[in-house]
């Protein structure tokens, strides 16, 4: 079949199967073509080694394409095979009896399987007690008496960690490798350095920071909360053309020193480099290092190693200076346009040896000055001391910083824009969503959530990348994972972060969630069930499977969602009515929340408790059921749960007890009222919302589920109002104050341009970022209807404000495109792409039955009522009542 492509095959939710850490990994495929109503009738997969015929599947007839069973038999550690599919098709009832053409090979490698495949030890540079910051350079040389026919290094850290071979970098990762639950899991690195090593002599250099695991940690100042000593755990691995194998392993034999150019490397405080300490040829063969001091063993269990399941952390781009401007103190500032994460990239003047420059980072400016004061204990400084030598190229390896502006000190003569740029950097994610629409405010608004996205997926997903904090809160990723999971590709990264939440929880724990992951103690928070946060055991998963159709992660996951659920209702007490109260998150920063006490919500969290525990526990036993579990004990916990919710918190008309927006949208959205109910408060949702003066008056529990209970509840029009609201609190009032990033607080930035005075106050957040999801699906239109997109619900929703909008979505079908136009107010014209090997339903806004569409493209028209906008009263609404 000429006019299909089959693209290269994909290996469980990996980029690059280099290195992989299952030995029977799932496999899915894409198939192009331009045939109508194409679906897929049956695959053959071929499972080839590089030295032996090849396994086939044989003609299986199915229309599965993602997460297929890899079939062959499996692979062992270090094992390569070739990967290619064919598919069979039918367009509408035409059945294509040719097979497609083969797929282009794709190669997948295991890793190192088993621990008994480690020969190496944990070698550990000697450190004083006291050293601060230290970055420490490890070596060894070796030497290869045959030719070489393939080298493999595979490498880990407790640090972070840059490998060298022959005085060339390894690889392209950063801060490798990552953070993980250090005391149970440690991801290792696969790199191919076929080309890096050669016959005869060799050397191999690490350089090791602090990093997560002995560096500054959290908001409390603490440092080495995993060890006061960083090591390598390294084996290099080079396979000769006579299949005999080398391998050069971290041992006895190794050196280190701390005399390198690196003087001091931190997360938070930044980097300093004193080029006038280079050593030149350090990792190359031949250079003399016995001034280094001898490595000391650690101790270290190979059974804690893991492999990706995910990408790495990359550069993903550079960001040029937008301008250069002088502060009123006299600072020379340099403005990036965009609030990102990552570091500078510096082209340096030649100048006297001994010049010290300084370059500060902040997310904003406070009265044209650079404002620090949100980033706390955080530094975030680097400082290169040149050596006189002429012009170079520098940027940090071993930090990152959240910034738009950098204050730059000591730089001889001028600072050009030539002479410095961004680097941003990140977990390397596949971009798989877009949303843009008529009003730029709101496309900016979805591109601020983007670019918070960005800067907080960086390894693990944090709450802020700026201040000493930048922790795995589990609450802001459970709100945003739906964002999430269409703008990126996710489920790889957090399929290793869950597996972290789970180890903790259960191993340290005792099923209880902890609220952020990695744990580590900072204060001493009560280790208890928290609604919201703890709840991500198990909606994180439930909301991957929804877009990914990845069941298997469920079955992962499952041991560490039923002990969360178990918790939960042990919280709740024999009631529900959690009665020994205590603290809790709750709705966490609602607006009415005074600066200092960010728990202050409107609706009690025992309230929004008890909605959680209905929700959370009616999500358990759809999870059963796709797994083929019994899951009544939870559908009987969701029951009473709602019944608990309705007696305490809700009159017979559907009035709540507290007259907030997530009391009412908690009771809407998690489907806890009768149908009598239900109407009543909807009109009540939206007269709460009116009286609110159509501002946000919720926290990051409520908040993402407002313009969904509204829209649900028929009052579409004041949904709009609440998105295109731009007085503060509201989603837009940032982007009229210049923002790029989603911010912790509505207000961080006053009117005034002073930065909120709370302390904890950071401008790049993404939980209230959440509400791109209802873009997504509501005012785009374009949402999944059965797991992993396998069918599409498009179904757009215009209201008043806005004439057009598109959505893209990366399916793991394919590609699906949603745009649609408003003009003379009624005139509605509609443009789908549907995926190959899936279905579409289409609601049209006219209120006409839907229709179901196959794959390709198709246009609608339809006259639909003008949207009228909500008549709004006479102000009796107080902004600063809400600041």
């Given at each position: 079949m000429?006019?299909?492509t089959?693209?290269p095959?994909?290996?469980?939710?990996?980029r690059?199967?280099l290195?992989i850490g299952?030995?029977t990994?799932?496999?899915?495929?894409?198939t192009?073509?331009?045939?109508p109503?194409?679906?897929q009738?049956?695959y053959?997969?071929?499972?080839?080694?590089l030295?032996?015929s090849a396994?086939?599947s044989?003609?299986?007839d199915s229309a599965e394409?993602?997460?297929?069973?890899?079939g062959?038999?499996p692979?062992?550690?270090?094992?390569?095979r070739?990967v290619?599919?064919r598919?069979w098709?039918?367009s509408g009832d035409?059945?294509?009896?040719?097979?497609?053409?083969?797929?282009?090979?794709?190669v997948?490698?295991?890793g190192?399987?088993?621990p008994?495949?480690?020969?190496?030890?944990?070698?550990?540079?000697?450190?004083t007690?006291?050293a601060?910051?230290?970055?420490?350079?490890?070596r060894?040389?070796?030497?290869?008496?045959?030719p070489?026919?393939?080298?493999?290094?595979?490498?880990t850290?407790?640090?972070?960690?840059e490998a060298?071979?022959n005085?060339?970098?390894v690889?392209?990762?950063v801060?490798?490798?990552?953070w993980t639950s250090?005391s149970?899991?440690?991801?290792?690195?696969s790199?191919?350095?076929?080309?890096?090593?050669r016959?005869?002599?060799?050397a191999?250099?690490?350089?090791l920071?602090?990093g997560?695991?002995r560096?500054?940690?959290?908001?409390?100042?603490k440092?080495?909360?995993?060890?006061?000593?960083?090591?390598?755990?390294l084996?290099?691995?080079v396979?000769?053309?006579?299949?005999?194998?080398?391998?050069?392993?971290?041992?006895?034999?190794?050196?280190a020193?701390?005399?390198?150019?690196?003087?001091?490397?931190?997360?938070?405080k930044?980097?300093?480099v004193?080029?006038?300490?280079e050593l030149?040829?350090?990792?190359?063969?031949?250079f003399d290092?016995?001034?280094?001091?001898?490595?000391?063993r650690?101790?270290?269990?190979?059974?804690?190693?893991?492999?990706?399941?995910?990408?790495p952390?990359r550069r993903?781009?550079?960001?040029?200076v937008?301008?250069?401007s002088?502060?009123?103190?006299?600072?020379?500032?340099?403005?990036?346009g965009?609030n990102?994460?990552?570091?500078?990239?510096f082209?340096?003047?030649?100048?006297?040896?001994?010049?010290e420059i300084t370059?500060?980072?902040?997310?904003?400016l406070?009265?044209?000055?650079?404002?620090?004061r949100?980033?706390?204990?955080?530094?975030?400084?680097?400082?290169?001391v040149?050596d006189?030598?002429g012009?170079?190229t520098?940027e940090?390896?071993?930090t990152?910083?959240?910034f738009?502006?950098?204050?730059?000190?000591?730089?001889p003569?001028?600072?050009?824009?030539?002479?410095?740029?961004?680097v941003?950097?990140?977990t390397?994610l596949?971009?798989?969503?877009?949303?843009?629409?008529s009003?730029?405010d709101v496309?900016?608004?979805?591109?601020?959530?983007?670019w918070?996205?960005r800067?907080n997926?960086?390894d693990?997903?944090?709450?802020c990348?700026?201040?000493?904090?930048?922790l795995?809160?589990?609450g802001?990723?459970q709100?945003?994972?739906p964002?999430?999971?269409f703008?990126?590709?996710?489920?790889?990264?957090l399929?290793?972060?869950?597996?972290?939440?789970a180890?903790?929880q259960?191993?340290?724990?005792?099923?209880?969630?902890?609220?952020?992951?990695?744990?580590?103690?900072l204060l001493?928070?009560?280790?208890?069930?928290?609604?919201g946060?703890g709840?991500?055991?198990?909606?994180v998963?439930?909301v991957?499977?929804?877009r990914s159709g990845?069941?298997?992660l469920?079955?992962?996951q499952?041991?560490?969602?039923?002990?969360?659920v178990?918790a939960?209702?042990?919280?709740a007490?024999?009631d529900?009515?959690?009665?020994?109260?205590?603290?809790?998150?709750g709705?966490?920063?609602?607006t009415a929340?005074?600066p200092?006490?960010?728990?202050?919500?409107?609706?009690p969290?025992?309230?929004?408790?008890?909605?959680?525990?209905?929700?959370?526990?009616?999500?358990?036993?759809?999870?059963?059921?796709?797994?083929?579990?019994?899951?009544?004990?939870?559908?009987?916990?969701a029951e009473?749960?709602?019944?608990?919710?309705?007696?305490e918190?809700?009159?017979p008309n559907?009035?709540?007890?507290f007259?907030?927006?997530?009391a009412?949208?908690?009771?809407l959205?998690?489907?806890?009222l009768?149908?009598e109910q239900r109407?009543?408060?909807?009109?009540?949702?939206?007269?709460q919302v009116?009286?609110?003066g159509?501002?946000?008056a919720?926290g990051?529990?409520?908040t993402?589920?407002?313009t969904?209970?509204?829209t649900?509840?028929?009052?579409?029009?004041?949904?709009?109002?609440l998105?295109l609201?731009?007085?503060?609190?509201?989603?837009?009032?940032?982007?009229?104050?210049?923002a790029?990033?989603?911010w912790?607080?509505?207000?961080?930035m006053?009117?005034?341009?002073?930065?909120?005075?709370g302390?904890?106050?950071?401008f790049?957040h993404?939980?209230?970022?959440?509400?791109?999801?209802?873009?997504h699906?509501t005012v785009?239109?374009?949402?999944?209807?059965?797991?992993?997109?396998?069918?599409?619900?498009?179904?757009?929703?215009?209201?008043p404000g806005?004439?057009?909008?598109?959505?893209?979505?990366e399916t793991p079908y394919?590609?699906?495109?949603?745009?649609?136009t408003l003009t003379?107010g009624?005139?509605?014209?509609?443009?789908?792409?549907v995926?190959p090997?899936?279905?579409?339903?289409?609601?049209?806004p006219?209120?006409?039955?839907?229709?179901?569409?196959?794959?390709?493209r198709?246009?609608?028209?339809?006259?639909?009522?003008?949207?009228v906008?909500?008549?709004?009263?006479?102000l009796?609404?107080d902004?600063d009542d809400?600041?």
């Amino acid at each position: 079949m000429s006019d299909l492509t089959v693209l290269p095959v994909t290996v469980e939710h990996h980029r690059e199967p280099l290195g992989i850490g299952d030995p029977t990994p799932r496999l899915s495929w894409v198939t192009r073509t331009d045939l109508p109503d194409w679906h897929q009738a049956g695959y053959e997969l071929e499972i080839e080694p590089l030295d032996g015929s090849a396994w086939s599947s044989g003609r299986i007839d199915s229309a599965e394409s993602v997460l297929v069973p890899w079939g062959a038999p499996p692979l062992t550690s270090r094992e390569r095979r070739i990967v290619r599919v064919r598919v069979w098709g039918h367009s509408g009832d035409t059945l294509a009896p040719e097979p497609s053409a083969w797929s282009e090979d794709v190669v997948v490698e295991a890793g190192l399987l088993e621990p008994g495949d480690w020969t190496a030890a944990l070698v550990q540079p000697f450190l004083t007690a006291d050293a601060d910051e230290p970055v420490a350079l490890l070596r060894r040389e070796f030497v290869l008496g045959k030719p070489v026919a393939r080298a493999r290094l595979y490498a880990t850290a407790h640090g972070v960690y840059e490998a060298e071979l022959n005085g060339s970098v390894v690889g392209d990762q950063v801060l490798a490798p990552g953070w993980t639950s250090y005391s149970h899991r440690l991801r290792y690195q696969s790199y191919d350095v076929t080309d890096l090593v050669r016959e005869g002599a060799n050397a191999i250099g690490v350089q090791l920071a602090d990093g997560w695991y002995r560096g500054y940690l959290g908001f409390t100042g603490k440092r080495g909360i995993y060890g006061d000593r960083t090591g390598v755990f390294l084996q290099l691995e080079v396979e000769h053309p006579d299949g005999s194998r080398t391998v050069v392993a971290t041992d006895d034999d190794w050196r280190a020193t701390t005399d390198g150019p690196l003087t001091r490397a931190g997360l938070y405080k930044g980097e300093t480099v004193d080029f006038r300490r280079e050593l030149p040829g350090w990792s190359q063969a031949s250079f003399d290092d016995s001034g280094w001091a001898p490595v000391e063993r650690g101790a270290f269990d190979a059974a804690q190693l893991v492999a990706p399941t995910g990408p790495p952390a990359r550069r993903t781009q550079t960001v040029p200076v937008r301008e250069i401007s002088t502060s009123p103190s006299g600072a020379t500032l340099v403005d990036f346009g965009q609030n990102l994460v990552g570091r500078l990239r510096f082209a340096l003047p030649d100048a006297p040896a001994g010049t010290e420059i300084t370059v500060r980072h902040a997310e904003v400016l406070e009265h044209g000055e650079l404002g620090t004061r949100p980033l706390r204990a955080a530094d975030a400084t680097d400082v290169i001391v040149l050596d006189g030598t002429g012009p170079r190229t520098w940027e940090p390896r071993f930090t990152f910083h959240g910034f738009r502006y950098a204050e730059v000190s000591g730089w001889p003569g001028e600072v050009t824009a030539e002479a410095l740029e961004a680097v941003v950097v990140h977990t390397d994610l596949r971009r798989t969503g877009t949303f843009e629409c008529s009003d730029p405010d709101v496309t900016r608004l979805h591109e601020n959530v983007v670019w918070g996205m960005r800067g907080n997926f960086l390894d693990v997903p944090t709450d802020c990348p700026q201040r000493d904090e930048r922790l795995g809160w589990t609450g802001d990723l459970q709100v945003f994972a739906p964002t999430a999971s269409f703008l990126y590709d996710t489920a790889g990264m957090l399929r290793s972060w869950l597996a972290d939440l789970a180890v903790e929880q259960m191993k340290d724990h005792g099923g209880v969630v902890p609220m952020y992951v990695p744990f580590v103690e900072l204060l001493p928070f009560p280790q208890q069930p928290d609604v919201g946060w703890g709840d991500a055991a198990v909606v994180v998963p439930w909301v991957l499977y929804q877009r990914s159709g990845d069941a298997g992660l469920l079955a992962d996951q499952w041991t560490s969602m039923t002990a969360w659920v178990d918790a939960f209702a042990g919280r709740a007490g024999a009631d529900l009515d959690f009665p020994e109260g205590g603290f809790s998150f709750g709705d966490w920063l609602d607006t009415a929340a005074p600066p200092d006490n960010p728990a202050a919500a409107r609706t009690p969290w025992q309230c929004v408790a008890t909605a959680y525990l209905a929700r959370t526990a009616r999500t358990m036993a759809q999870a059963a059921e796709v797994l083929g579990r019994d899951g009544s004990r939870f559908a009987d916990l969701a029951e009473r749960a709602a019944a608990r919710f309705r007696a305490e918190y809700v009159t017979p008309n559907g009035r709540v007890a507290f007259p907030s927006q997530t009391a009412y949208a908690l009771a809407l959205e998690f489907d806890l009222l009768t149908p009598e109910q239900r109407e009543h408060a909807g009109r009540l949702l939206a007269e709460q919302v009116l009286k609110d003066g159509f501002h946000i008056a919720s926290g990051f529990l409520g908040t993402p589920l407002v313009t969904d209970a509204l829209t649900d509840a028929g009052e579409l029009p004041t949904a709009y109002e609440l998105l295109l609201q731009r007085e503060n609190p509201s989603w837009l009032y940032p982007v009229t104050m210049g923002a790029t990033t989603i911010w912790e607080r509505w207000d961080s930035m006053l009117p005034d341009g002073s930065i909120n005075p709370g302390d904890m106050t950071s401008f790049n957040h993404y939980a209230f970022g959440a509400v791109a999801d209802w873009l997504h699906r509501t005012v785009a239109g374009l949402a999944p209807a059965a797991p992993g997109y396998r069918r599409l619900l498009i179904a757009p929703r215009p209201g008043p404000g806005l004439s057009s909008a598109a959505a893209t979505h990366e399916t793991p079908y394919g590609t699906a495109e949603v745009s649609w136009t408003l003009t003379a107010g009624t005139q509605f014209a509609l443009e789908v792409t549907v995926p190959p090997n899936t279905t579409a339903q289409v609601v049209l806004p006219d209120g006409s039955d839907a229709v179901e569409v196959g794959s390709g493209r198709h246009s609608f028209a339809a006259t639909i009522a003008e949207p009228v906008p909500v008549e709004k009263p006479a102000l009796f609404f107080d902004p600063d009542d809400h600041q």
